[in-house]
């Protein structure tokens, strides 16, 4: 957003006999001046888009008839009051204002508000009458310096009254049909009198029950004498400001943008108050409320003033009055830098040289030609009227004008409400139905949160004019629209104009699946994310494969029958995934790694040749290049003395290793295994007892000492294009590289110190070189889930788990294998500086972003890019952890397919035989 202008709200009162005195805004210095001097007319517009609105109980900024504000005298013919709001009760951070502006003169002129360092245009915001208060509610732009200027063509006291600002905030505009929200003359059995204060409701009546600020049209009628009206928030003290004045028995009406009170009884209420007995009408145009969590939010774009209209000129190719009964129509901003995006206009409406009394009606154009009931402005033969009027626009971007009598009419544009850049609806959402991620208009997927069963789900959808929408291939009108759906549905919305089409598909989600919020701070490379959920500690209410888009939208999922984790895409596009083991699950499993079609059918599961020898795990596959797959193992082994462990051990115990192991592709047991309890060169096994850095024990296989060890922990493994492995170990804290062809460990990163001279040193069994660590003020890897070699750089999902003061971290080295050093180049710290006790991932892209799996914690996937600024967050509520998060190129799924056949279950295979 741009700053070259900010709004003002203004409501301008010039004063007259019978006119409420009003509190001043004490400031030093002041916020009036005056100033004679010929200012450029030039209109300049403005690009600035003003989001939220702030209401407040008015309060008065400038009165010249008794020196509120620092100006004491009336407004000199052809001057123009300089308004500075540096010491306003106004927030630095406000783009704009509101402000009721009345103006009483001996004679009739015109005033134009503008921002001061933009000149003046050639517009007017207040057309005043002769020897009586005028008032009107204008949007004026604030220049760079905060000063609002205006402009006077005759002599006039003028009053400033503060409603409200817009600025950065929650709130956004929603327009509605015209409503009538209260008329007293139905409402109470006699006029509202002088000094009462009444309650209109409006939010949770007309408007949501979160409604702040309501825009509405007063009118004021059957009065019995000259006086004022006021409109503010319920709940506050009557201010000392008013928005409407008004004769005896005259029919006025005026613009507001009012406060709603905002707790107690006086919630989603207005208040109306006046200093005489008069009858009141309340039109009801739009409302400011809390932006919806899903679609598309519009904002107010201002202007400094165009002339649409001019009837006593020809302006705008109306070169007659208007004869009463008639309507016309006009196209507001077709000329404008915003007319793709427009949705509706503020124009400032005056009706000069009537005939006799009339009213002036202003609306979108609708489609049998009728003309509503509620007016926008009352004149008589000898009184100008002049109001602002807030007005959607028609599905051909038009605006239509009756007349009940001969007038001359002009229009001023002086702001447009636009929707969303490149979005062609100014609504879409799907009410109490959440749905995410957020909307964007140029993305596609989003998922609802559905219940169970069959849910009738409420789709509000406006497109912008010369838009059309269809919903599962149905045109719609704007609206509303009811749709029914189960679990696993998919609804297309599509909207068009003329060549430009979007496409949204919303997928019902089963009301079991988890719970996500997503937040997208940055915009993450296309990509398709893949992961699971179900495993974990905690009762889970379903095992789901889900694929991601790089906005975090669930294109495709499926449930099944078993913990699935470590969900990876083959070269040939079908998924694999692994069953998770005993130690999480239970005693009978149907242990493997499943291969997948995209519609769930099972093509394939890959097992050991012996689970006796070779037990599968779940923590790795690999992929071999021939179509073979390698296996990360726990072999058992009994009769172990573990006394070396630290904390000691037993002389006969128990032990799982850890072992990588290698099949062809059809399935039989290849000649390369490892084992890290093999003997290396030196005859001793590649890692000992002592080495263990963190004790764990399971009871898989024996209950004797509180359960076998689990001396490794082997939980992720990668294959380099050379034929080398990478494998992560927990319990020794420990990352190595073991040599294909030698079967040697090459090098270990690990938590033990490297110099044999440290009184912690710990010999490597095998005679593996321990990398000197570098830059790294943990001193390498604790606990760590998760470990890829990526040219010289390693990446370590560090988890910390157990380390006080310490959070779980991503970890990346620069491995110099000739100096053997191993030096800390970068790291990302977990934002909430929480442990990982388990679980976890981290990838290194190549635009050097990194995406981390969290494990158990919150949020559980993020995303950063290479300057470790966030861009992607995934969050499950209320709990839950996933096993690991990969992502692919965006060329590796085709979209549609996955749109195809998301939904269902995973085929099960059968078990294996005996």
Known sequence: ????????????????????????????????????????????????????????????????????????????????????????????????????????????????????????????????????????????????????????????????????????????????????????????????????????????????????????????????????????????????????????????????????????????????????????????????????????????????????????????????????????????????????????????????????????????????????????????????????????????????????????????????????????????????????????????DYALVCAAGTNRLTLDVVPLPFASVKVRGVPVGAGTVTISATADDLIPVEVARGAVVAKYWFRCLPSNFPRLAIDRPGSPAPGWYLTTFGQGANPEPGFFSVIFDQRGAPVWYKQSSEVLVNLQRRPDGTLLSSTQTLYFGTTTENLGHWTTRLDGTNAGVWRTDDATVHPVDHHDVVQLPDGGWAIVSYPFRGGVDTTELPGGGFVDDAVVDGAIVEYDVAGNLAPWEWHSNDLAQNGRPHFGIGETTFVQRFGKYVAANGGEVDLVHMNSAQRLDDGDYIASARHLDAVFRIDRATKEVEWILGSLPSDPLDPGYIANSGGAPRLKILNDPWGGPRRQHDARLQGDLLIVHDNRTGMVGQSARVAIYQIDATALTATLVREIRNPAGQQSGALGSARLAADGSVLVDWGGLQPMFQEFDASNQLMLSIARDPYGSSYRIVKYPASDFDVDALRANAGGTIETPPPPVP
């Not at 008839?65 to 500075?84: A, H, K, N, V």
């Not at 309507?327 to 995006?341: C, E, L, Q, W």
């Not at 702001?415 to 995410?436: C, I, K, N, P, W």
Request: with cysteine; proline share 7%.
């Open 1 to 444: 957003m741009k700053s070259a202008g900010r709004v003002l709200l203004v409501a301008l009162v010039v004063s007259a006999a019978g006119f409420v005195s009003v509190s001043t805004v004490s400031a030093a210095p002041p916020l009036a001046t005056v100033s004679c001097a010929d200012r450029p007319v030039t209109g300049v517009p403005t690009d600035t888009e003003l989001p939220s609105y702030r209401a407040i109980n008015p309060v008065r900024l400038v009165d010249t008839r008794d020196g509120t504000g620092g100006l004491s005298q009336p407004i000199g013919q052809g001057c123009t009051l300089e308004l500075d709001l540096t010491h306003a009760p106004v927030p630095s951070a406000a783009q704009a204002v509101g402000i009721s502006l009345t103006a009483v003169s001996d004679v009739r002129g015109f005033f134009t508000v503008f921002p001061c360092a933009s000149g003046r245009p050639e517009t007017s915001n207040l057309n005043s009458r002769a020897g009586m208060a005028t008032p009107n509610f204008v949007v004026a732009l604030l220049d760079a310096s905060r000063r609002v200027c205006v402009y006077s063509q005759r002599d006039a006291d003028v009053v400033i009254d503060l409603s409200g600002w817009w600025s950065v905030g929650p709130d956004r505009f929603r327009s509605i049909d015209p409503v009538r929200a209260y008329d007293s003359r139905k409402e109470l059995p006699i006029r509202l009198p002088a000094g009462a204060v009444q309650n209109v409701p409006i939010g949770g009546r007309f408007v949501p029950p979160d409604a702040t600020a309501a825009v509405i049209n007063l009118t004021a009628t059957e009065s019995t004498q000259r006086g004022w009206l006021a409109v503010f928030p319920c709940g506050n003290t009557p201010p000392k400001a008013s928005n409407l004045n008004v004769l005896a028995g005259e029919n006025r009406a005026v613009a507001a943008i009012v406060g709603l009170g905002s707790s107690g009884a006086a919630a989603g209420q207005l208040c109306v108050t006046s200093n005489i007995d008069t009858h009141f009408v309340i039109d009801l145009t739009g409302y400011y409320a809390p932006a919806s969590p899903f679609g598309p939010a519009s904002e107010l774009r201002p202007q400094t003033g165009e002339r649409l209209v001019d009837t006593r000129n020809g302006t705008g190719g109306w070169t007659t009055p208007f004869p009463g009964g008639v309507t016309r129509s006009i196209d507001p901003v077709a000329s404008g830098a915003v007319a793709d995006r427009a949705t509706s206009v503020l124009v400032n409406v005056v009706a000069t040289n009537g005939a006799g009394l009339g009213n002036v009606r202003v609306f979108a154009c609708r489609a049998d030609a009728s003309v509503p009931e509620s007016s926008s402005l009352n004149f008589g033969a000898a009184l100008s009227a002049t109001n602002l009027v807030s007005v959607d626009l028609d599905a051909s971007r038009k605006i239509c004008i009756y007349t009940s009598n001969r007038a001359d009419i002009v229009v001023d544009l002086f702001a447009v409400m636009v929707a969303a850049q490149d979005s062609l609806v100014e609504r879409l959402s799907f009410g109490t139905t959440v749905a995410y991620p957020r909307f964007e208009p140029a993305g596609a």
